[in-house]
């Protein structure tokens, strides 16, 4: 076993037991604190593979706004340190099964797949991978077309949150 | 004659011979010097806040017409070392009913995020920690895991003014991130590379002078990052008593107190490495300890500025400060990233390419945008209604005031 | 690249371990006497109404939101300016319709009074 691969299980351990914890924690701030915890386990198995761009980007995004406006959005709720409710209902015991049956197939899928027995190859050096990603986002043969409805989506996202959540009644008062 | 002129990189070599000569294999080779560099500046950063201390104190005291401190050594320079023996054998009170272990983690993310950054910045062409090619991103990145030890210290207080302070202090810096981030794509977008080894390297004339107004906006917002005066609402201590870190005392306390006094000089390194040319200077690239000593004075003159700025002006309320950011300082900031890439191309397009004949174009661009931002903002000033103060007259503390006057 | 992500690997473990053992070095020197007054919560003296934990007004939800959609577009500007220097005036044109239609969000925030401060 390489030092790489020991470090990924370590990772990977510590990411898959953080998700538990987001799903079993009894309160909302804990589960919203673990989901971080499993986020930024995402982002080091992005530097594992090399993919530093995505590896900060995923910092960036995640933990620093996503997780924040969770956050923000916990607080609005009531009693926010308060036990809600039982954690498993009735279904749980089908949602178990339907769960470790998905798993199941998946690793009969992937175990198929030639790629696990691959050797990760060192990327070259010299490729300048967030370069190529801008390139591949503006060239019109491309990505242009999505890159700019890329745009209008996260325009969309920000009108529709702002027409539910501002309350005309109190703006027009002020 | 090679240690005088670059000390680092002949001790690493040494150390590294040293411990092959160990009959180490090569990756625990590796591993231990990475270990040993990193736990060195790690420590320097800290050991360096001692002197940044006494600096800051010296500085204010100077600017509020005080000695400042100057009765342990030379010039007080022992002050700091008898403020942090006091502050190692202070007692943590840990009030009833908090959660503990955001609590306790706080202050350690709040440091070690600063500190994070100290690892990609270049210090000379030879001294850096580690050259990141996504650089930029990481030190944004690691900002989003000091928001991070705001929001844990005011959730795991178990009190209202902490909490109420982290949201305050967690909305500012939200809001000015966007305008520092937008402004950071400016040099990006020069240089063409992440890394901010590359970007040192690609500043030829230094950013400053290209894009002046994108180097205003940037300090403005990291003063706001840093929580300095105008911008220091996140520990307005007449306003929500303290802010999130009320409740920490004993060393705790100080390291979040470390940490304010690491990012203010953390920012300035980082101006000074994107806007101000970092290392460069005459003779840098032969003799790295002199484009160290460059990247010290650049690095200095942008602290004091900060610091003189953080003395003379008083402090925003939240309003205007969210009102500066979103509807002046990110509309300029787009504005001028815009404005530069569509002139900037159509020039090369038109076959423009020496960087002499741009280089007016863009300051005009960047004079034309500071006056129209300049326009707006005092536009604005007039527009916006005056307090209302309503009531008759209101008792002023004078003794004829009082209801017991003395005999 | 790895060695890179190693490297900041072990400047992030020793960045956090410094402060931390720094912290439970103090805990071990300081005196620790607490009482039930002194590990009350601080509020200046009066004493405190409630929970400590209140809920939020959604403003601040609201500026989350709006820095949430501009951080995810600094995240698609990054690589078109790393880039930009090989591309010509039409993928600069691009970048600025891309900003232009965020700048159109921005103008609607601030109209609908998204952006003021209650």
């Given at each position: ?10 990772i ?8 538990v914890?987001?799903v079993?924690a009894?309160?909302?701030m ?14 080091a198995?992005f ?13 960036l ?46 690793v ?14 060192p ?10 990603l801008?390139?591949?986002?503006l060239?019109p ?7 700019e ?8 996202a ?8 501002v ?8 | ?25 090569e ?6 010097s ?13 050991l360096?806040v ?25 010039f ?28 306790n ?12 950054i100290?690892?990609v910045?270049?210090?000379a ?15 944004l990145?690691?900002g989003?895991?000091?928001?991070l ?6 959730w ?12 305050r202090?967690l ?5 000015y991130e966007i ?12 240089a ?20 002046p ?22 520990e307005?201590?007449?306003?929500i ?5 009320i ?5 705790k ?18 101006f ?8 460069r ?19 200095s ?17 939240i ?16 504005a ?30 960047n ?39 003395p005999? | ?5 190693m ?11 410094l402060?931390?053992?720094?912290i ?43 820095f ?16 930009y ?6 993928a600069?044109v ?8 965020l ?13 003021r401060?209650?």
């Open positions: 076993m390489t030092s790489l691969q020991i470090v990924f299980l370590i990977a351990a510590v990411t898959l037991a953080s998700a914890m987001v079993t009894r309160r909302l804990h589960a919203a604190l673990w989901l971080i915890l499993t986020l930024l386990g995402v982002a198995v530097a594992t593979l090399q993919a530093n761009f995505f590896a900060v980007v995923q910092v995004v995640y933990i620093g706004a996503i997780a924040i406006l969770i956050i923000f959005a916990i607080m609005m709720t009531r009693e926010v340190m308060s036990v809600t409710g039982p954690r498993l209902n009735r279904g749980w015991g089908w949602a178990a099964a339907a769960a470790a049956g998905g798993l199941a197939g998946l009969a899928v992937l175990s198929t797949w030639q790629g696990f027995q691959t050797v990760l190859e990327l070259p050096s010299g490729s300048v991978g967030v370069g190529a801008g390139e591949a986002f060239d043969n491309r990505f242009a077309v999505p890159f409805v890329a745009s209008v989506l996260l325009v969309a920000m009108v529709g949150a702002i027409y539910i959540a309350d005309r009644k109190v703006v027009e008062e002020q | 004659m090679d240690f005088l002129k670059d000390p680092v990189t002949f001790l690493a070599n040494q150390l590294v011979l040293w411990l092959t000569g160990l009959g180490l294999p990756g625990v080779v590796r591993f231990l990475f270990s040993i560099g990193a736990a060195i500046l790690a420590t320097s950063s800290l360096f001692i002197f940044l201390i006494w600096f800051e104190r010296k500085l204010i005291g100077r600017v509020q017409d005080r000695l400042g401190p100057n009765r342990l050594g030379p007080g320079l022992f002050q700091p070392f008898a403020d942090m023996l006091k502050i190692f054998t202070k007692e943590y009170v840990t009030p009833s009913g908090v959660d503990p272990v955001p609590y983690l706080a202050p350690v993310l709040a440091v070690s995020s600063v500190m994070a100290w690892a910045i270049p210090f062409n030879t001294i850096y920690g580690v050259d990141l090619d996504v650089g930029v991103v990481f030190v990145a690691v989003g895991l000091a928001q030890g705001i929001i844990l210290a005011g795991g207080s178990n009190n209202k003014y902490a909490l109420l302070g982290g949201f202090a909305a500012q810096l939200l809001s305008p520092m981030v937008i402004t950071l794509l400016i040099p990006v977008m020069l063409g590379t992440l890394s901010l080894t590359g970007m040192v390297t690609a500043q030829d004339v230094p950013f400053v002078a290209v894009a107004l994108a180097a205003l906006i940037f300090f403005i917002a990291n003063l706001a990052e840093v929580s300095r005066a105008p911008f220091d609402l996140p307005a201590d007449s306003e008593v303290a802010g999130f870190n409740e920490y005392s004993g060393l306390f100080g390291f979040f107190y470390v940490a304010e006094f690491l990012h203010g000089f953390t920012s300035a390194l980082l000074a490495t994107v806007f101000l040319g970092g290392w200077g005459p003779l840098a690239e032969e003799i790295p300890i002199l484009g160290f000593i460059y990247f010290a004075i650049k690095t003159l942008v602290y004091l500025t900060i610091l003189l700025v953080d003395a003379t002006v008083p402090r925003f309320r309003d205007q400060l969210l009102n500066f950011s979103w509807k002046l300082l990110t509309p300029l900031a787009l001028l990233l815009v404005a530069m890439a569509l002139v900037d191309r159509a020039m090369v397009g038109m076959g423009v390419e020496s960087i002499w004949i741009r280089l007016p174009v863009f300051l005009a661009l004079a034309g945008l500071f006056a129209a931002g300049a326009y707006f903002l005092d536009r604005a000033r007039r527009r916006a209604p005056r307090p209302v103060v309503s009531g008759g007259p209101r008792p002023v503390a004078r003794p004829e005031n009082f209801t017991m006057q005999k | 690249m790895l060695e890179q992500w490297y900041i690997g072990i400047f992030m473990v020793v960045a956090m371990m402060p931390s053992i720094a439970i070095i103090a805990g071990l020197l300081s005196p620790r006497r607490p009482n039930p007054i002194k590990n009350s919560t601080y509020e200046c003296g009066i004493e405190t109404v409630g929970p400590g934990w209140p809920q939020f007004r959604v403003q601040y939800y609201i500026f989350g939101l709006v949430l959609i501009f951080d995810v577009e600094t995240v698609f500007l990054f690589p078109w300016a790393v880039a220097n090989r591309l010509g005036l039409f600069a691009e970048a600025a319709l891309f900003i232009a239609i700048a159109g969000g921005l103008i609607y925030a601030w109209k609908k009074g998204a952006l401060w209650l």
